[in-house]
């Protein structure tokens, strides 16, 4: 009969870190993962959901916030556009203004 406090054969518990410096196992079974009861598993699935939905509502919001940024850094742009013809069609009109003032005056 096999002991099933013994590692199987080949295997170096204590290269793979199972000992403490005490010598001793620190976990009694090798190959068990640690049971959970349905209540504690449905709370930390919950909890990953949680933490899952957060993160997905913040990248929505800095998408929304990089998504303003851009349009209002266009509208910026399109009122400096504006703005600049408006000055260049002032000035336009400014030097027309004068030149028919010395064509007039001559």
């Given at each position: 009969?096999?002991?099933?406090?013994?590692?199987?054969?080949?295997?170096?518990?204590?290269?793979?870190?199972?000992?403490?410096?005490?010598?001793t196992?620190?976990?009694?079974?090798?190959?068990?993962?640690?049971?959970?009861?349905?209540?504690?598993?449905?709370?930390?699935?919950?909890?990953?959901?949680?933490?899952k939905?957060?993160?997905?509502?913040?990248?929505?919001?800095?998408?929304?916030?990089?998504?303003?940024?851009?349009?209002?850094?266009?509208?910026?742009?399109?009122?400096?556009?504006?703005?600049?013809?408006?000055?260049?069609?002032?000035?336009?009109?400014?030097?027309?203004?004068?030149?028919?003032?010395?064509?007039r005056?001559?």
């Open positions: 009969p096999i002991d099933k406090m013994a590692p199987p054969p080949g295997y170096d518990p204590a290269a793979l870190g199972w000992y403490s410096q005490k010598r196992f620190k976990r009694k079974y090798l190959c068990v993962r640690p049971k959970y009861t349905a209540a504690k598993l449905e709370g930390i699935k919950r909890h990953i959901y949680k933490r939905m957060e993160q997905l509502e913040e990248e929505r919001e800095r998408e929304r916030k990089e998504r303003e940024e851009a349009a209002s850094k266009e509208l910026d742009e399109g009122k400096r556009k504006v703005l600049e013809e408006e000055a260049a069609k002032a000035q336009r009109l400014a030097e027309l203004k004068a030149k028919a003032e010395t064509l005056q001559e």
